[in-house]
């Protein structure tokens, strides 16, 4: 009986982890989103040239990249191809280009609108590459291919940071002698601190930082802004 009890929780538990390994076996590319029947395609220009989305990023489930990152923990049903939000974050950042702003609003609205609902969600393979329809409970639609729509017209700017996860200092390489700001980030989407990156190599301390996920925010004049992840220990 006590066995019996043993494999039915872990099976309880495992519910909320399970889904299509073909999910999280993508980064996903935002294609398009549909509001009230309307499309509304992403831009691509200096500061925004892909809206990605990843499924299962340690320690979270959920997490979604434009100017800002949206990120949150899942509960998936795999009898009907469907997940639904325990939690949902994002940071707050500003895009530094006025159609970045409303259409990252537009974007990340439609999981924040319908979080208290259920998203279904169907993959297709179309022309060699996959493609994700996530549907929301009112019909609104977000769909990603699992290859980039155009070639990226512009440079990276290389910015690096390790070790990661970090105990108490963080690299940050960047190959460009302007300026770099870095804005820290908690997953409440709260400022943490600021630093500038003057040379091409510094060395910052996040002993502070409570263990957790932080989101660092890399721009300056000369960089694409960029968006990285850190897990501090």
Not at 81 to 94: A, D, M
Not at 157 to 183: A, C, D, R
Request: aromatic share 14%; with cysteine.
């Amino acid at each position: 009986m006590n066995k019996f009890l043993l494999a039915l929780l872990f099976l309880i538990s495992f519910k909320g982890f399970t889904q299509s390994p073909e999910l999280d076996d993508n980064t996903w590319y935002l294609q398009n989103v549909i509001i009230n029947g309307e499309d509304n395609i992403p831009p691509v220009n200096a500061e925004i040239t892909d809206i990605t989305l990843d499924f299962l990023i340690e320690p979270y489930d959920f997490n979604s990249e434009m100017c800002n990152s949206l990120t949150g923990n899942l509960s998936f049903d795999d009898s009907s191809s469907s997940f639904s939000f325990i939690e949902l974050y994002q940071t707050l950042s500003t895009c530094g280009l006025t159609e970045n702003s409303v259409y990252e609003s537009m974007y990340f609205n439609f999981y924040f609108s319908n979080q208290e609902n259920l998203f279904s969600y169907e993959i297709t393979m179309e022309s060699d590459t996959n493609v994700l329809v996530v549907t929301s409970a009112n019909g609104d639609q977000a769909i990603y291919g699992s290859a980039r729509l155009h070639v990226n017209e512009f440079k990276l700017s290389e910015i690096k940071t390790y070790p990661n996860p970090v105990v108490n200092e963080l690299v940050i390489e960047k190959h460009n002698s302007q300026s770099l700001n870095v804005n820290v980030y908690n997953i409440k989407g709260q400022l943490m601190f600021s630093e500038t990156v003057d040379q091409n190599e510094l060395v910052i301390s996040v002993s502070d930082l409570k263990p957790g996920v932080y989101f660092f925010v890399f721009d300056g004049n000369n960089y694409r802004k960029e968006i990285k992840k850190i897990i501090k220990q």
